[in-house]
């Protein structure tokens, strides 16, 4: 057993790098991203916001990296025991998660281009009777490359010269749609095995020791596939106040993969309908955003577990976040120091069926180097 707990380290130590890409912000404004994402992050959310760009951005370096929030389950690890059984009683139903992102990115008015490398290696076990261990790793790389086209004199911006959040600059409404390919290479594993079975002790006891072939006999899997993201956005502007409604299909139609290595191809990833609004004000050295999301509006989940809301209170230097999703908060910070930038915080998603079932609190930190914009 001492050696299935070491194979079992080294292979999720193996896995300690991220998985698929997320915008920092949007988590940390519970996902009510839809209808303003305005960041490096355009064409993976609803890549029509880039439509009334009038801004050259560029974002060489952005890594990104998430951990599960171990301090809400402090006690639990106290007087640690030495034992597999007294181990798997104390951390039954804790989740622990890791992972970590880069995706570079280059926006020309309308038109964007992502590079992504992204691993995430997340586990729990349940049933304390007869514990079973749920695994899911996924490591990808890929890129992404959109464009939109914008109709009105309404939503174009550029930056706002004391807080450098993006300001729209006329007066009137927009209308942009907006379009994306994204190429993934995924590697994944996801399963269910009995911690005491005999599954994972065969592998090990049949000489599955290194950790490709013990990957193997777990069902780990790659495949290639290229995936669509659609997106519309409406604007109204005026000289303070911004109001947007967007709506995108992420995934479109499924983003499936072929098998490259493997049994089975990485399953498919299912479309996502999310719909968003947001009211904005922008002063001289102040701006506020108020976002409401709704989605995945498709999928089979409580109702409950569709809403998200967001609000973000930027002064000069520092942004605040605060969001709600799926009963849950979260909260956090974006520092603006030109060529170096900090995004940090925390906030909780489900993982469960229900709403507010089973919590999973992360802390999330992106550190962005070197990134810069000017008008074109």
Same mark, same amino acid.
């Given at each position: 057993m001492r050696n299935l707990g070491t194979i079992l380290i080294s292979l999720f130590s193996f896995c300690c790098f991220g998985q698929a890409v997320k915008s920092p912000v949007a988590?940390?404004?519970?996902?009510?991203?839809?209808?303003? *994402? @305005? =960041?490096?992050?355009?064409?993976?959310?609803?890549? *029509?916001?880039?439509?009334?760009?009038? $801004?050259?951005?560029v974002y060489p370096i952005n890594p990104l990296g998430e951990l599960s929030n171990v301090f809400e389950n402090s006690e639990k690890f106290k007087g640690f025991p030495s034992?597999?059984? !007294?181990?798997?009683?104390?951390?039954? =139903?804790?989740?622990?998660?890791?992972?970590a992102q880069g995706a570079p990115g280059l926006k020309f008015g309308p038109i964007a281009f992502n590079a992504f490398l992204? +691993?995430?290696?997340?586990?729990?076990?349940?049933? /304390?009777v007869y514990p079973q261990l749920d695994i899911s790793y996924r490591f990808d #790389?890929?890129?992404?490359?959109?464009?939109?086209?914008?109709? !009105? +004199? !309404?939503?174009?911006? #550029?930056?706002?010269?004391?807080?450098?959040?993006?300001?729209?600059?006329a007066n009137g409404k927009n209308f942009s749609i907006g379009a994306a390919v994204k190429y993934i290479d995924r590697q994944s594993l996801d399963g269910n095995f009995s911690l005491f079975g005999t599954k994972l002790y065969s592998s090990i006891v049949e000489g599955s020791t290194d950790l490709d072939s013990l990957?193997?006999? $777990? !069902?780990?899997?790659?495949?290639?596939?290229?995936?669509?993201?659609?997106?519309?956005?409406?604007?109204?502007?005026s000289s303070l106040t911004e109001i947007n409604f967007g709506a995108s299909l992420l995934d479109a139609f499924g983003t499936k993969f072929k098998k490259v290595d493997g049994e089975t191809a990485p399953s498919e990833i299912p479309m996502q309908l999310?719909?968003?609004?947001?009211?904005? /004000?922008? @002063?001289? *050295?102040?701006?506020?955003?108020?976002?409401? =999301?709704?989605?995945?509006?498709?999928?089979d989940?409580?109702?409950?577990?569709?809403?998200?809301?967001?609000?973000e209170l930027g002064i000069p230097l520092i942004d605040f976040f605060m969001g709600w999703s799926e009963g849950y908060m979260s909260y956090g910070f974006r520092t603006d120091f030109w060529i170096f930038n900090i995004i940090a915080g925390l906030y909780g998603q489900e993982l469960g069926v229900n709403y507010s079932e089973q919590k999973l609190s /992360?802390?999330?930190? /992106?550190?962005?180097?070197?990134?810069?914009d000017f008008g074109l």
């Open positions: 988590k940390l404004v519970g996902n009510a991203y839809t209808s303003r *994402a @305005l =960041d490096n992050y355009s064409l993976f959310y609803n890549p *029509a916001a880039i439509g009334p760009s009038k $801004l050259v951005e034992s597999p059984v !007294g181990v798997a009683e104390r951390i039954i =139903d804790i989740p622990l998660s890791v992972s992204g +691993n995430e290696t997340s586990m729990i076990l349940r049933n /304390q #790389r890929g890129f992404i490359f959109g464009f939109a086209s914008s109709w !009105g +004199n !309404g939503g174009k911006y #550029r930056k706002n010269s004391y807080t450098r959040t993006k300001k729209a600059t990957k193997e006999t $777990l !069902g780990f899997n790659r495949g290639k596939g290229f995936g669509f993201n659609l997106g519309a956005l409406y604007s109204w502007s999310r719909t968003g609004f947001s009211f904005k /004000q922008t @002063l001289p *050295a102040l701006h506020y955003i108020l976002s409401v =999301d709704a989605g995945p509006v498709l999928a989940i409580d109702w409950k577990r569709k809403l998200h809301v967001g609000f /992360q802390f999330i930190l /992106q550190v962005e180097l070197f990134s810069f």
